[in-house]
């Protein structure tokens, strides 16, 4: 089957329409603890994580992971990056890598003790970098944050396109404190185990806590969970229920261990004995595992927090404790208040024993009291189910990964819809001039076959999307009569430079000027509103084709391929079609083939418009249906963007400054917008062959080179009226906008425009 320019782009309409409108997130990452670190942030990190992975089963996953200082700890497999909080450069490494990995949303667990600087301030390092949305979930609000901390937490809520608390207080706080509103902060409770409502008697047998009533408090030991408030209870709480016993899990807190060891719980140990409760007490003194935790928690009959301070903003084990149908007690903490609101729970007040003995008291004496909380609990946990929280949060981060991609169709449609305002400046009578004066058409140099080429190839493909306004078919004209009279039948070559009086300068181009000039007169045959002219541009096609083989250049073999199937059956037929780009194309892969096993490249070097080798191969090999030539393009193509992609993710085409030879590692600049055009036009090739999306990402990833996504990050072209700079400088823009220039912009714009937009090319 030969290639159809028509048939291919049709076919791959549909999928360009969904990659570009329809969110889909097909990578993510996610940035907190993890274990065995033993901290909360690590077991919320491990459940977000896999809870995420199970609502989003075809996304592929980055999973980042902060260090503490002297930690080594032996991370699962599915941790990609592991990131020591002091480490500056291991901060923009990894922003870089979820860059170029192609990441879409990225899910930060922030809390400011897990990363490095002052308040947590590195990771502010990170999150510049990056360019995707960010989903932030803080676990730490501060009703009065230092500077530094305000200062911290302001830039992470500019940066992150939603933030999520877990409370109606945090976004209160956020918004008083912040400013932060309800567009950019959402509250999604904090996430809990799902478990189906049951009795407690059958969890207590296999614990050793048959027959008892249970009282129960999990989480890192430390001071300021109060444990001695129940503690100073329990010998009132016995005499009414000499079967009670107090549950405390959890081992000790690792920052407060490394510090005071087990002195803490050595004075909970001593208060129960002085009170001389200490045979109802029971210490489960590790980090114990999810499924154990979830089977303690169902054996308990009472669950008390009985913190010392309100500034909680959340707590994993109240949430907990609630979505397994736990009557709970506690302090009124802030997380507390909200989440026992209307009936969950009972309230206490701080550091008050005689409160807490009575309730517990209470509670243990009325079985249907305490049945009917439970159960009113168990249904209040329902929206912290993991499964329910993870609903919320990949649908928050859809939406914002559906605005990130609208902001940049705003962006990107305008610039790959220019005015011609600039071209027809740099043009007169006779045809295109060459180059400018940042502005003024520059006329000591003249013009030059290769861009009335360029400009009368784009202007066919403007006609076959859409009729042509007075001033571009006069262009038109005026363009194809000097590419008439460049042609030297004497010699069967194209003369190139001509000075602004009118005198040639040369008696014959390079071989790529004269198959450009092929090029555009293939494609004014074919799309070309006008009879008469596209006559005279088929005829004159005809005549140029037999002069071809005297055409050594690879890049001139590149051009004949392209310029002969847009060729086919509009200049020539499709026997001699296939025949003609056989011998360019095999010449074309013996290099390929050849260069792979030394340099790597169809040449020794690479030089200027260089992703015209592998696409015309990608043509060929679709045309010929000739499986070799399809792979060596498509290998070629990805060798070359691989050299043409930062590690921030943007697109930096090979610089002129490494033309002298082949390396990963080239230099920035010069870089010109030919690299681009070609670029797209190869990628567009690879998608039309392959169905592969990625070649359509990567198209419209190098298209956004011209509007700013380039390694200044200043837009190179200016759709209000189609002018593009030079070029790409050390020291940023070249100002001047010259006709190659120009016209890369407004061929590669042509190019997105039918290969992403789905635009008819009209033709058979």
């Not at 305000?150 to 918004?175: F, H, N, P, Q, Y």
Request: charge should be negative; proline fraction near 5%.
């Amino acid at each position: 089957m030969g290639f159809d320019s028509t048939t291919a782009i049709v076919r791959a309409l549909q999928p360009a329409i969904v990659e570009t409108t329809r969110p889909k997130l097909r990578r993510a990452a996610m940035i907190g603890n993890f274990p065995p670190r033993k901290c909360g942030i690590a077991t919320f990190t491990r459940d977000t994580f896999e809870s995420l992975r199970a609502a989003l089963p075809r996304t592929e996953w980055k999973l980042v992971v902060m260090e503490d200082r002297g930690g080594d700890h032996a991370y699962p497999p599915q941790v990609t990056h592991v990131v020591r909080q002091d480490d500056i450069t291991a901060y923009q490494k990894t922003a870089d890598d979820l860059n170029g990995s192609g990441v879409e949303v990225v899910f930060l667990q922030h809390e400011f003790g897990i990363f490095g600087g002052g308040s947590g301030g590195h990771i502010l390092t990170l999150l510049r970098r990056l360019q995707m949305p960010v989903v932030t979930t803080l676990h730490t609000v501060l009703q009065n944050p230092s500077a530094e901390q305000k200062r911290v937490l302001d830039e992470i809520l500019c940066i992150s396109s939603a933030v999520i608390v877990m409370t109606e207080l945090g976004a209160d706080i956020l918004e008083r404190v912040h400013g932060a509103g309800p567009t950019k902060v959402h509250v999604i409770p904090h996430g809990a185990p799902e478990r189906p409502f049951s009795a407690t008697d059958p969890f207590k047998a296999p614990l050793g806590l048959a027959g008892n009533k249970v009282i129960m408090t999990f989480g890192l030991l430390s001071p300021n969970k109060g444990l001695e408030t129940i503690i100073r209870g329990l010998p009132a709480i016995l005499d009414r229920h000499p079967d009670a016993v107090y549950v405390i899990v959890g081992a000790t807190h690792p920052h407060l261990e490394k510090h005071e060891g087990e002195a803490y719980r050595d004075r909970l140990v001593e208060l129960a004995r002085t009170l001389g409760v200490f045979d109802h007490l029971r210490f489960i003194n590790r980090f114990v595992g999810d499924a154990e935790l979830v089977d303690l928690l169902q054996a308990a009959d009472l669950y008390v927090t009985p913190y010392l301070t309100e500034a909680q903003i959340t707590s994993g084990t109240l949430a907990y404790a609630i979505a397994l149908g736990k009557p709970v007690i506690s302090t009124p903490y802030w997380h507390a208040k909200e989440a026992l609101a209307d009936g969950v729970g009972v309230i206490c007040p701080f550091a008050d024993t005689r409160a807490f003995t009575r309730e517990i008291i209470d509670l243990l004496s009325d079985d249907a009291r305490r049945d009917t909380m439970a159960r009113r609990a168990y249904d209040a946990g329902e929206p912290s189910r993991w499964r329910k929280v993870a609903q919320e949060t990949t649908g928050l981060a859809l939406a914002c990964l559906a605005s990130h991609e609208r902001r940049k169709e705003e962006a990107f449609r305008p610039l790959a819809r220019p005015k011609l305002d600039g071209l027809l400046r740099m043009a007169d009578d006779c045809g295109v001039m060459q180059h400018s004066r940042f502005g003024a058409p520059d006329r000591r140099h003249g013009y030059c076959t290769d861009d009335n080429a360029r400009a009368l190839s784009f202007l066919a493909w403007l006609a076959a999307e859409a009729p042509l306004d007075a001033a571009s078919q006069k262009l038109g004209l005026s363009c194809a009569a000097f590419v008439s009279h460049a042609w030297c039948p004497d010699t069967g070559r194209f003369r190139n430079f001509m000075s602004f009086d009118r005198r040639w300068l040369d008696d014959g181009g390079s071989d790529d000027c004269c198959a450009r000039a092929l090029e555009a007169l293939c494609l004014v045959a074919r799309h070309w509103p006008q009879t008469d002219l596209r006559d005279w541009a088929a005829d004159l096609a005809r005549e140029v084709i037999k002069h071809i083989g005297a055409w050594n250049s690879l890049r001139s073999r590149a051009l004949v391929i392209k310029s002969l199937v847009a060729a086919e059956n509009a200049v020539v037929g499709d026997s001699e079609v296939r025949e003609l780009v056989s011998k360019a194309a095999s010449e074309l892969l013996r290099s390929a083939q050849d260069g792979a096993a030394t340099h790597g490249w169809f040449e020794a070097s690479l030089s200027y418009d260089n992703a015209r080798l592998p696409e015309a191969l990608i043509l060929a090999g679709e045309r010929l249906q000739d499986p070799d030539m399809l792979s060596s393009g498509i290998d070629m193509l990805e060798r070359l963007m691989k050299l043409q992609l930062t590690t921030h993710g943007c697109f930096a085409p090979i610089a002129t400054s490494s033309f002298a030879e082949t390396r990963a590692d080239h230099a920035h600049f010069d870089q010109q917008p030919i690299e681009a055009l070609a670029t797209i036009d190869a990628c567009l090739a690879g998608w039309r062959a392959t169905g592969a999306t990625q070649y359509a990402h990567a198209a419209r990833q190098t298209f956004e080179w011209f509007g700013g996504r380039n390694v200044h990050g200043v837009p190179l072209a200016r759709p209000s009226d189609g002018i593009c700079s030079d070029g790409l400088t050390v020291d940023g823009l070249n100002r001047n906008h010259g006709a190659e220039s120009i016209l890369s912009y407004l061929l590669a714009a042509a190019s997105v425009r039918r290969g992403l937009f789905g635009l008819s090319t009209g033709g058979n």
